[in-house]
């Protein structure tokens, strides 16, 4: 990796001051002062100081967002807002992506990070990873609709969705529920809900897998996993 990338990744500044202190001679690699922007260097084995303070080094981010209405989750958008475009830079220059898409319209619970690997984990159609969503209906949810997401229900193109749990915590002209689905179809609750002639007039992500989505976060806020959360998550396979 090029000593100026692993730098700014590691909270020294943009590229551009990376590229003062550089100049200024304050970065050394083993010992040796090094002013090339461009010169590799490996994080793993490589000693590398800046004013004489060793520089820890680190690959993966973990971010839990509350996504707001309005965002796209994208990396980047030529008209639109996206998730990414909400990140410092202290984030952003680690090139995060978010695991899976929320509708623009959707808010809640969104994992971003630049770990491909879990990120894999958690979308893989094998693994089954739960997700659990709050959504007001527009009418009376009923058992009939919990029988149906049970057994599976055809979406508009012919798909017929994998058990999926319904839990109705108010139902009437308009109803509040949660519902945990296994799978990442496009709209999927959208579309499970029209499939029993429902509308979903509000959708919020609450759960993915082992991470809960933190109620402290105002929407548009995010904040870096906790150790313990990275570590569920990681062994999350064994879980489901
Ligand atoms: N299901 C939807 O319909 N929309 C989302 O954003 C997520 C799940």
């Known amino acids: 990796m090029r000593i100026d990338k692993l730098l700014a990744n590691t909270g020294y500044g943009s590229r551009k ?16 002062i090094v002013k090339d922007a461009k010169k590799h260097v490996d994080p793993n084995s490589d000693h590398v100081t800046v004013h004489g303070v060793p520089v820890e080094y680190r690959e993966y981010i973990y971010l839990m967002m509350n996504k707001p ?10 008209h639109q807002k996206t998730v990414i475009d909400l990140l410092e830079l202290d984030y952003a220059q680690f090139e995060p992506f978010p695991v899976g898409r929320l509708d623009k319209d959707t808010e809640g619970l969104l994992l971003i ?23 007001v209906i527009n009418s009376e949810v009923t058992e009939a609709d919990s029988a149906a997401f ?25 109803s509040d529920i949660e519902l945990t689905i296994t799978e990442g ?18 959708l919020k992500r609450i759960s993915m897998g ?14 870096e996993l906790t150790p313990e959360e990275l570590k569920m998550l990681q062994s999350g396979q064994e879980v489901y």
Do not use: C
Not at 70 to 78: I, K, M, P, R
Not at 113 to 135: E, I, M, R, W
Not at 194 to 202: H, Q, S
Not at 210 to 223: I, N
């Open 17 to 32: 001051e990376v590229k003062l202190l550089l100049k200024a001679g304050a970065v050394k690699v083993n010992e040796v």
């Open 69 to 78: 209405q309005g965002v796209l989750s994208a990396t980047e958008d030529h």
């Open 113 to 135: 990070t630049n770990d491909g690997q879990l990120a894999h984990q958690l979308l893989s159609p094998k693994k089954h990873v739960p997700k659990t969503y709050f959504a």
């Open 150 to 174: 049970r057994q599976g229900v055809e979406l508009d193109d012919g798909y017929l969705t994998k058990p999926a749990e319904l839990n109705i915590l108010k139902s009437g002209p308009t």
């Open 185 to 202: 179809k496009f709209h999927q609750v959208k579309r499970m809900f029209e499939a029993v002639g429902k509308r979903v007039l509000y």
């Open 210 to 223: 082992t991470l809960y989505l933190d109620e402290e976060l105002e929407l548009g806020e995010y904040r």
